[in-house]
């Protein structure tokens, strides 16, 4: 597979502000055509209707004709005249990235860390999102926290969300000692943060993804259109029958003792999780991408995400 002109090479195992905007320059080699995108009013995008695709613009003074379950009372007791609402189009699409940064997103055998490669294609993603006049926000969880940066339009929004990546408590070595946070508590949150019409990326390894995230993830998808992006390392598809190997993930280098019995067990596992991935996309319409901690980020999503 032949490597891109603006391949940026980034650390392994940290994250860096300056490489991660400097993925700005490789979202031209990124087509996504979104042809199940569902409202109509966002952007250049083609799709079908989700929501009313309205907001609030300004107050004036009630025009005969004008709708009167839009009158503004407050404003008109106030003012002694009718006031009514003025609603227009939206043109910006609101997207929604959520980043997973559980432990066991810091763990690699080959290739960077499993939360190092979701942050990459994350801020890919973001960059693309703006470049076609969207909103973007995010949605950041650990295993003690979680962090919610608000939709925001342009260049502003992509920085404000790569710098809470960046600054998030897990990176700095600082994460208070709080109740876990779960993906069956991420995924009903996001049921109740995101706006209907919104295109939502989920970057994780699904690892705890039960009968209850699956469902909070169905209804996400009734009024959005939904993208789970799996990172996954190459030993979860197959973990040595036997042996010693190096294992690191993002603050200690530590072996492993392998057997058979470790073998099958993670093995079934990982089996399980993925088959619960394509039962979402198969019966919901949910998209599904696979990445691996040794993949071309940008070369990855560009093919990836065309097939959308």
Sequence with gaps: MPMLKNTVRHSATELDLQQLISLQCQVSEIAVRRKHIRSPLSGA?????????MEFDEVRVYQAGDDVSSIDWKVTARKGIPHTKIFREERERPVLICLDYRQAMFFATQGCLKSVLATQAAALLAWHSIAHGDRLGGWLFSDQEHQEIKPARGRKGVLKFLHACCHANIWQHQQPEVESTCLEATTMRLRYVSKTGSLIYILSDFRGLNDASIANLALLARHNDV????????????????????????????????????????????????????????????????????????ESIRERLWVI
């Design 227 to 298: 993208v789970l992006i799996s990172i996954h390392d190459p030993i979860e598809m197959q973990f040595p029958a036997a042996g010693d190997f190096p294992i690191f993930d993002g603050k200690t280098h530590f072996i492993c003792h392998a057997n058979h019995n470790v073998q099958s067990a993670l093995e079934m596992q990982y089996k399980e999780r993925m088959q619960q991935l394509q039962n979402l996309q198969k019966k919901y319409g949910i998209h599904l991408i696979h990445l691996k901690t040794t993949d071309d980020v940008t």
């Design 45 to 53: 995008h083609i799709s079908r209707l989700r929501g009313r695709g």
